[in-house]
């Protein structure tokens, strides 16, 4: 995949988990991972691991976890006729965001792909029901 396709939201699937190895319990094994742009997902037995990958160089990433028990809901939003991506956002306890007013809510994990991606957008929607959900 190509830097153009990174940056305009396609998703890789099956990239290297090897960011978040070190974190990885004995017994934890990874379900699969995502790619969009820059940033990550790890799919795990006990988790969800969100690699954010921050500034202009990119040198200066954070790791997430966010272990299953706190994964409580899972939304899909279809491109529209403007927004040419698929949202994924995933529910999440203790990730806390702030209003515009300044109260602080539980944000969710937000996902952004391409269109054409849509198979692999449902996939995570069907891994997560299925890991984490149920």
Same mark, same amino acid.
């Given at each position: 995949m190509g830097f153009l396709d990174n940056l #305009?939201? =396609?998703a890789e699937l099956d990239t290297d988990p090897s #960011?978040? &190895?070190e974190f990885l319990f004995q017994d934890e094994?990874?379900?699969q991972t995502y790619k969009f742009y820059r940033d990550s997902i790890v799919l795990t037995t006990h988790g969800i691991y969100v690699i954010d990958v921050k500034g202009l160089s !990119? %040198? %200066?990433i954070e790791i %997430?976890?966010?272990p299953k028990k706190s994964i409580n809901w899972i939304?899909? &939003?279809t491109a529209g006729t403007m927004d040419l991506d698929v949202d994924i956002q995933i529910g999440v306890e =203790? =990730?806390?965001g702030f209003t515009t007013e !300044? #109260?602080?809510y539980n944000a969710p994990i937000s996902i952004k792909v391409k269109a054409d991606q849509v198979n692999q957008a449902k996939d995570v929607i069907k891994l997560v029901k299925k890991y984490y959900l149920f």
């Amino acid at each position: 995949m190509g830097f153009l396709d990174n940056l #305009m939201g =396609n998703a890789e699937l099956d990239t290297d988990p090897s #960011m978040v &190895e070190e974190f990885l319990f004995q017994d934890e094994n990874v379900i699969q991972t995502y790619k969009f742009y820059r940033d990550s997902i790890v799919l795990t037995t006990h988790g969800i691991y969100v690699i954010d990958v921050k500034g202009l160089s !990119g %040198k %200066k990433i954070e790791i %997430k976890f966010i272990p299953k028990k706190s994964i409580n809901w899972i939304s899909f &939003e279809t491109a529209g006729t403007m927004d040419l991506d698929v949202d994924i956002q995933i529910g999440v306890e =203790n =990730n806390v965001g702030f209003t515009t007013e !300044g #109260m602080p809510y539980n944000a969710p994990i937000s996902i952004k792909v391409k269109a054409d991606q849509v198979n692999q957008a449902k996939d995570v929607i069907k891994l997560v029901k299925k890991y984490y959900l149920f």
